[in-house]
């Protein structure tokens, strides 16, 4: 009996680790909300779009429009932590360096909080940050859920 037991908690958490595999790379379609900012004067807004993950080797790398590419390490889990170098921003004359942390479920939603941290001339001006999410582009969405017959 405590065999049997054990075998069926195994097999529940090698089932549940191999939904934890979900392949991250793919474009998905997100929007940005501003968590935070201290800039007092010229902050960048991104509009609704694409986000690109791909994997390159032993590189995980976040490619949004007008960003510096952030590079990080795949990870198995769904967890996803890049950043980038110095680079220019959608604003001429301010450089950033960028970088996101967060998950992508195995349902291929994509969570992240990124972080933008600005300069110009050398010397740092301010720091913004954002929430983005969105779902894979390709993915079927759920089913909607099925009203409950009334009484």
């Known amino acids: 009996m405590r065999t049997t ?15 934890a595999h979900a392949d991250v790379a793919g474009t998905y379609e997100v929007k940005y909300e ?7 004067t010229t902050k960048l807004a991104y509009a609704p779009g694409p986000l690109a993950v791909k994997q390159k080797g032993n590189q995980l790398v976040v490619d949004i429009d007008r960003t510096p590419e952030m590079i990080g ?7 996803v932590s890049a950043k980038s170098k110095l680079g220019g921003t959608m604003i ?7 970088s996101v942390a967060g998950r992508i479920t195995p349902e291929s939603t994509l969570y992240l909080v990124m972080i ?7 010397k740092p001006l301010c720091t913004q940050t954002w929430n983005v999410s969105g779902a894979k582009q390709g993915t079927a969405a759920a089913p909607p859920t099925p009203a409950k017959p009334s009484k």
């Open 116 to 122: 933008g941290e600005y300069s110009a001339n050398g």
């Open 73 to 79: 390490a795949p990870a198995k889990n769904g967890k």
């Open 5 to 19: 037991l054990k075998l069926v908690v195994l097999a529940s958490v090698l089932a549940a680790t191999g939904v």
């Open 34 to 40: 501003e968590v935070s900012s201290n800039c007092t």
């Open 92 to 98: 001429d004359g301010m450089k950033g360096v960028f």
